[in-house]
């Protein structure tokens, strides 16, 4: 197959990342790149020997895919131009920054014939994918998400910045309709909510609970599964996993099967490019569609719901 001509639309700190592996890979060739500062686009650019585009206007016309790498604020215009031009789109998590957004871009990719995908990578870490035949139905899920504070991702709160990746990936082990969410959350050293905590409650019975700090000095990503007589437990981290099995026997006292994973080193972001290059050159549904994009960051509004009532109430008692 013909390698695809790629194009990166901001190659700052992640968008560098995604020119990097489109020059590299077999399935793909760099062509062009685009960045608000100049002098950043022509360092990734020349690095890459990609053509420097000082507008969509002049990039768009060269490339079949492109990724959208720009602050979450601008995810919905720029995605929006390059599915109005008829070209596949990577958008960088999370899809848009209201509802209404990203409904418009999934409407836009069906229109066109473009495939539209979400950048959710922890899909695409190695350990996940070696952990999730080992999932089936969970009864209670428990994530963490924790990092320290950086400037970079702060023009949205911490749920879309953070939080949104376990939200995609709750919704992914498909625990049904969402019946009930409740949340906490507060402002630390940004304008907006930088730690929180959500619960969720699914008609299914499964109930998931989420913690998602930019504000701690240690940086956790982990996920804890309980299902019927098994516990999962990732770590995206280090990507290690764990399985606890009841075994079966007549004591009266369980024995438990501990198995220990290790995922491999490939670069979720590189299985990722490779998945989009793939539903981009054969027209399949991409891994994330803009559907699942748009199911996440609905629950993340439920929950910035839910904290706005804990807010008021707290503000009202107090």
């Known amino acids: 197959?013909?390698?695809?001509?790629?194009?990166?639309?901001?190659?700052?700190?992640?968008?560098?990342?995604?020119?990097?592996?489109?020059?590299?890979?077999?399935?793909?060739?760099?062509?062009?790149?685009?960045?608000?500062?100049?002098?950043?686009?022509?360092?990734?650019?020349?690095?890459?020997?990609?053509?420097?585009?000082?507008?969509?206007?002049?990039?768009?016309?060269?490339?079949?895919?492109?990724?959208?790498?720009?602050?979450?604020?601008?995810?919905?215009?720029?995605?929006?131009?390059?599915l109005l031009a008829g070209k596949h789109v990577l958008v960088e998590k999370p899809i848009a920054v209201t509802m209404a957004e990203a409904q418009e871009l999934v409407r836009l990719a069906e229109d066109k014939h473009c495939r539209l995908?979400?950048?959710?990578?922890?899909?695409?870490?190695?350990?996940?994918?070696?952990?999730?035949?080992?999932?089936?139905?969970?009864?209670?899920?428990?994530?963490?998400?924790?990092?320290?504070?950086?400037?970079?991702g702060t023009d949205v709160d911490v749920i879309l910045d953070l939080m949104i990746h376990d939200l995609d990936m709750v919704l992914s082990f498909n625990p049904g309709p969402v019946e009930d969410v409740q949340a906490a959350g507060i402002p630390v050293l940004s304008s907006t909510i930088d730690i929180a905590n959500a619960?969720?409650?699914?008609?299914?019975?499964?109930?998931?609970?989420?913690?998602?700090?930019?504000?701690?000095?240690?940086?956790?990503?982990r996920l804890r599964l309980f299902q019927r007589d098994n516990y999962v437990s990732i770590d995206f981290q280090t990507r290690q996993g764990m399985i606890c099995r009841r075994e079966a026997g007549s004591g009266l006292k369980p024995t438990i099967d501990i198995e220990q994973l290790q995922g491999g080193e490939e670069e979720p972001l590189k299985l990722?490019?490779?998945?989009?290059?793939?539903?981009?050159?054969?027209?399949?549904?991409?891994?994330?569609s803009g559907e699942d994009g748009a199911a996440a960051l609905d629950l993340a509004h439920q929950v910035l719901k839910a904290i706005d009532v804990f807010v008021r109430r707290n503000q009202e008692e107090g």
Do not use: W
Not at 10 to 17: C, R, W
Not at 134 to 151: A, D, M, N
Not at 199 to 221: I, P
């Open 1 to 82: 197959m013909t390698p695809l001509r790629a194009g990166v639309i901001g190659v700052g700190h992640l968008g560098q990342h995604h020119a990097r592996l489109y020059a590299s890979l077999p399935g793909s060739r760099l062509v062009a790149v685009n960045d608000q500062s100049t002098e950043r686009a022509h360092t990734i650019g020349d690095r890459h020997g990609a053509r420097v585009c000082k507008s969509l206007d002049e990039l768009l016309p060269l490339v079949d895919v492109v990724s959208v790498a720009v602050p979450t604020s601008s995810h919905y215009a720029v995605a929006r131009a390059c």
């Open 272 to 288: 990722q490019l490779e998945s989009f290059l793939t539903a981009a050159g054969t027209g399949a549904r991409p891994t994330v």
């Open 199 to 221: 619960r969720l409650q699914f008609k299914s019975g499964c109930v998931a609970n989420l913690t998602a700090s930019r504000v701690s000095t240690n940086k956790m990503r």
């Open 117 to 152: 995908q979400v950048g959710h990578s922890e899909r695409f870490n190695p350990v996940m994918q070696l952990m999730r035949p080992h999932i089936g139905r969970p009864v209670f899920i428990e994530c963490h998400r924790l990092s320290s504070f950086s400037e970079r």
